[in-house]
């Protein structure tokens, strides 16, 4: 049972038993109010922000509030035909607590002029689900890991087809809006655990689930798993969920193939949604205007700092310092200048300069060079692969087009680029070791350019130059530099992949032989499911190569060597 009421201005919904927290929350300055209180910062970004207070007078085992900032025109027009998220929250958990499907206790929601709050139980000794898996069942797994992953996600595909059966459709499933509680407090035992649904601001009730939407909450679910779930997993799975639930159809692999389809459909969606966050205010970066040029940052760093390198980066251009000058030509300069900052020591600045009218003009309907490599550097980062974090662009503009454009990212620490570490580490006579870890480096290679090109991404210059080497424990960090020839947007054809190929070949010292540069295309097309293609591919990299001669940077500078 819920009461409502207005107190100071403001509507309350509050459930029977806990009217108290309409004189407990001071809403007239609600954020500063509680900065005397013990409360954890959970999330927060341009929408929402959400609040832990663990031991409350309100409720014993304590409560999440949830913050909503107002919206602007669009939100207000909408959610005059729609319900609010606040309200969706609110109806949702206690329909799903009404079918005895586990969420937090919605206590009370109240409604201002320029912000909302939800108040909820919190769910006490929990871990979101992903985090729990990636934490525990991540790598090689014992007999009893592999025993307890398979019970878990049993129990979590039993737990996604009852929220279907009652009616429930959640838009965002996602193993990170699943918590597992353990109700003993002493363990983490997964043998005496529940699961509980949230945030339901996403979720609709419906009289009937119809298997599309079935699928694509099960793709959701593949989809934040992907690290963990092996085939077998996914069958598994599918059989615990109940296959005569989801189709007509009897046939297990045809069903697993048609949800990863649409998991990797989701996967590019998502990766391409968060491509677009660098240059938007969002909660991990902004922009302003600084010094007289356009700004786009990383949060958490002093943006005068940044100001104040590019004036040091013209300087030691000036003066010509060696020690800080990096490289420079007509298109681009480079510096590496200290950063001090608790997070980051040094850093690069790359400036990109307007070399010609026609590039000035193209600049009036395009994005910058530098522009290209920020949206670039972040969207490697997003797809998980290596390379220098961009920390902020500086653009200068006139009359609306942009001139010089600066990238600032971190210095590569304890890397180098990969020719030179070929020069360095296999110079001499191979000995066994050497020669295990040559292997380790083709392999490790072949499968991140595999798996960049299976993402659709293309390095219009990928020299070996622009791959940096950094050896981890049996195995190595591979980071790629020069990400402003970076795309994302075009499929990888096969004529892409072989212009990669054969620009790595002619880059690669000749202390990589050919037996290592088969291993490394062999593995490649394993990786990329075109071991069919092997003739046809490795006849057009030969052709291609042997006009030219092998040329890559030696610790002295340019090399060139015949084949």
Known sequence: M??????????????????????????????????????????????????????????????????????????????????????????????????????????????KKTYSLLVTEAVTNSKEFMGFCQANFEGALSVEQETEKRKLLRKLAGFIRDIHEKGFCHYDLHTGNILIRFKNNQTSSIYDCDL?????????????????????????????????LTKTNKLDFLRSYGVNVLSSTTDENELVGQIESQSSRIRNIHYKSRLKRCVKESSAFSKKRSAGMKMFFRKGYDTNRFAGLIEKHHNALVNGDKAIVM???????????????????????????????????????????????????????????????????????????????????????????????????????????????????????????????????????????????KENDKSFHITFLDFDKVSFEEEVTIRKRIKNLTQMNLSTPKLISTTDRLRFLKEYLKQCNIIYEKKSILREIINLSKTEKILYVSFNGDVSEDW
Not at 97 to 102: A, R, T, W, Y
Not at 199 to 225: E, G, T, Y
């Open 327 to 469: 490289k420079r030509d007509s298109k681009t300069a480079l510096t590496r200048l200290p950063l001090e900052n608790e997070k980051t020591q040094s850093v690069v600045v790359k400036q990109y300069k307007v070399s010609c009218g026609i590039c000035l003009i193209r600049n009036i309907f395009r994005n910058s060079a530098g522009k290209k490599a920020w949206i670039a550097g972040n969207g490697l980062l997003v797809y998980g692969f290596n390379t220098p974090m961009p920390l902020a662009l500086m653009e200068k503009k006139v009359l609306w087009i942009t001139t010089d454009s600066y990238l600032v990212m971190e210095y590569a620490r304890d890397c180098l680029e990969m020719d030179r570490y070929i020069l360095k580490n296999f110079h001499d006579k191979p000995s066994l070791s050497k020669l295990k870890k040559k292997r380790v480096l083709i392999n490790n290679l072949a499968e991140t350019i595999g798996e960049m090109h299976n993402r659709n991404i293309f390095h219009h210059d990928l020299k070996t130059c622009n791959i940096m080497m």
């Open 2 to 111: 819920s009461i409502s009421t207005v107190k100071n201005v403001a509507e309350w919904t509050v459930r029977e038993g806990y009217e108290s927290i309409t004189d407990k929350i001071n809403l007239d300055n609600f954020r500063s109010g509680i900065n005397g209180e013990n409360y954890t910062l959970i999330k927060e970004n341009r929408v929402r922000s959400v609040i832990s207070m663990p031991v409350t007078d309100i409720n014993e085992n304590g409560i999440y509030i949830k913050y909503f900032k107002r919206g602007g025109y669009r939100d207000y027009v909408k959610y005059l035909f729609v319900p609010t998220r606040i309200r969706t929250e609110w109806e949702v958990g206690n329909a799903l607590l009404c079918k005895n499907i586990n969420t937090a206790l919605p206590l009370a929601m109240v409604k």
């Open 196 to 228: 509980y649904l949230m945030d339901l601001h996403s979720v609709k009730i419906l009289k009937r689930m119809p298997f599309r939407k079935r699928l694509h909450n099960l793709a959701q679910i593949f989809n934040s798993l992907s690290s963990i």
